[in-house]
């Protein structure tokens, strides 16, 4: 299987994404918690565009919960001082870093 380098993986992964439907809105990390209940309505809906996608649901409730630990810890206010909550892919870009250095 072939790595794909962080910087990729977000490209694409934004360019997939529907950025104005409400259950997309929480990829924007502008909240310092990330509400299980968008991420299952999120969830359904890549379910029904790809069916053969398995996602264990404990695994993802895990990392949602790693995520809002990394956004409570002043993430909002130090990104906001580097003007950062206007490009949110420099967002995922840290937090894939973060999680390749095994730091989250």
Known sequence: MRQTEPNQYVEEWFETNITGNYSFQWCFLTSS???WTDIKNYVAILLKKLSDINIDDNCLFEEIKRLNVHLT???LKQWKNQHVEIDKKKK???IFKRVRGGAF
């Open 33 to 35: 918690q990330v509400n």
């Open 73 to 75: 810890s002043d993430k």
């Open 92 to 94: 995922w870009m840290e």
